[in-house]
């Protein structure tokens, strides 16, 4: 059973850096694409990053991609979402979800089925 967990949010100033993990506490993310989405307030979800189960492919977000990274261990649990340059628009709560399809439409909420709590990214100017 996947029951994901978020850390890594805290408060940065702009500029700075973070990196976030997901764990799958129910067992590994063998098997599954591993997305991470963030969500301000009053706005709509947004995709971020996603990492695919086949190939270990990364996808991205417009304009995220070169401050935005996702990685996943080898022994595939966890997955990582390292975060550099960031700006006060990054403010955000970041989530990561997992599907089982093998060929998910990746910057598309519902192609997952489960999610975590979210954890709070800040970051100050």
């Known amino acids: 059973q996947v029951q994901l967990v978020e850390s890594g949010g805290r408060l940065v100033q702009a500029g700075g850096s973070l990196r976030l993990s997901c764990v799958n506490s129910?067992?590994?993310?063998?098997?599954?694409?591993v997305g991470w989405f963030r969500q301000a307030p009053g706005k709509e979800r947004e995709f971020v990053a996603a990492?695919?189960?086949?190939?270990?492919?990364?996808y991205y977000g417009d304009s995220l991609k070169g401050r935005f990274a996702v990685s996943r261990d080898n022994a595939e649990s966890t997955v990582y979402l390292q975060m550099d340059l960031l700006k006060p628009d990054d403010t955000a709560v970041y989530y990561c979800?997992?599907?089982?399809?093998?060929?998910?439409?990746?910057?598309?909420?519902?192609?997952?089925?489960?999610w975590g709590q979210g954890t709070q990214v800040t970051v100050s100017s």
């Open positions: 979800a997992t599907s089982l399809k093998r060929n998910p439409l990746y910057a598309r909420a519902y192609e997952y089925d489960r």
């Open positions: 129910g067992g590994t993310f063998s098997g599954y694409s």
């Open positions: 990492i695919s189960w086949v190939g270990g492919k990364s």
